[in-house]
């Protein structure tokens, strides 16, 4: 080998480690899966998305004991959610943000929404409020009435604190019995009265 | 007889101080007899180091080293960007251990009633979904009850329990994620920092 072709493939090798994937995926996926989710979350981090959450993902699937094409599927579909968070929620949206948005996209919450909340939050995170959204979403609250409550609830300046409890709430309420709908739309509306806004609507 | 001593003194010193005719070529031919002896390996190491050299390479050869150069600048950026946060905690740790921004994690109790188990960890993004991870296995209480205070990084994360290495059980006090990928419940926590 010549000493021009050995200082490329050095060079190569150096370019290589570079872009080091996380050695946990070569420990808990086949080599077909892991070349496949290695080359997805190298055109994640080429786009400069997160890839931990990528990485978490596959790592999800593995644990879960699904399918290589299933944690490709599922790894991919993530990066073309958080591609589309990060459209929504602006280029300054920090990872957390964008992984939330991502995790509400697949609850069935729209782009149009992401956006929305966005401009009602302002420069305040909203990582919260999506988490309350996707719990909403997961208790039977219809998409558009739980969307639609958390931009209001952000656009009244509501803290984190004060919708984690709300979450709590609207969980108790409906163990024990209530609407879904209701308790989450009833409890909102407390919750907006309390900080001085005016009530939110299930259907705004 | 001192007098006879002190010419000859002087004559011995004018002897000494007159300049010696050298042979011109002596230098030359003592460095190449010196060059001629074995050197030590690191001296022959350095050398070669320092030598300098003329390196011919093909225009192709070039643009094969730039390239590659530039590729190498442009990952190391990128790569150096996106893990900037994960990458700068430690280090932030390590340097400024009262800054606020040093605390990446909270310690977060999961509890989790399950009578009949013999066996419950916790499973998320803050372990890399490994349940046999040693920090996130819950005792099990009076009553039935599970728990287990383990550090959080502070973020949006998802988590499930694993209950006898089969069952996962997401957590009835936590948020629920709808997760159709794999089929299997999953709750979400928000970790903020508290400092």
């Given amino acids: 080998m010549s000493a021009r072709l050995r200082a490329f493939v050095a060079l190569t090798l150096v370019v290589r480690a570079a872009g080091a994937q996380d050695p946990r995926l070569a420990q808990r996926l086949d080599k077909p899966t892991y070349v496949a989710v290695n080359a997805i979350v190298d055109s994640a981090r080429v786009a400069r998305l997160p890839t931990a959450p990528l990485v978490d993902k596959a790592l999800e699937g593995a644990a879960k004991g699904s399918d290589g094409q299933k944690i490709v599927t599922a790894v991919h579909q993530l990066s073309i959610r958080m591609a589309i968070s990060r459209r929504a929620l602006g280029s300054n949206a920090t990872g957390d943000e964008i992984k939330a948005a991502a995790t509400a996209l697949g609850a069935g919450m729209s782009e149009r929404d992401l956006q929305r909340l966005r401009v009602a939050a302002g420069k305040r995170p909203v990582t919260m409020p999506l988490a309350v959204a996707i719990d909403l979403i997961g208790r039977d609250v219809p998409v558009a009435t739980a969307s639609s409550l958390v931009i209001q609830l952000a656009r009244s300046s509501v803290k984190d604190s004060d919708l984690a409890l709300f979450q709590r709430n609207v969980r108790a309420d409906i163990d024990h019995g209530a609407d879904p709908t209701v308790a989450a739309t009833t409890r909102a509306r407390g919750l907006v009265l309390r900080s001085g806004g005016s009530a939110p609507k299930p259907s705004e | ?195």
């Fill in chain 2, 1 to 195: 007889m001192r007098d006879d001593d002190i010419v000859n003194v002087d004559d011995i010193a004018r002897e000494l101080r007159r300049p010696v005719q050298v042979d011109r070529s002596f230098d030359e031919r003592v460095m190449r007899h010196v060059l001629r002896l074995p050197r030590h390996a690191r001296a022959r190491l350095w050398s070669r180091l320092t030598a300098p050299r003329t390196i011919t390479i093909s225009p192709l050869g070039w643009g094969l080293a730039a390239a590659s150069l530039m590729l190498f600048a442009a990952l190391g950026v990128l790569h150096a960007k996106d893990d900037f946060h994960r990458a700068a905690r430690p280090i932030a740790k390590a340097l400024f251990p009262t800054s606020p921004k040093a605390s990446p994690a909270q310690r977060v109790q999961f509890v989790l009633v399950a009578p009949d188990a013999k066996k419950v960890a916790v499973v998320g993004d803050f372990n890399g979904w490994d349940a046999s991870h040693a920090a996130y296995q819950a005792q099990k209480r009076g009553g039935g009850v599970w728990s287990v205070t383990a550090p959080v990084p502070v973020g949006h994360h998802r988590y499930s329990f694993v209950v006898d290495d089969s069952l996962w059980v997401a957590d009835p006090t936590a948020p629920r994620v709808v997760d159709t990928d794999y089929g299997l419940p999953n709750s979400a926590i928000v970790v903020e920092d508290n400092k």
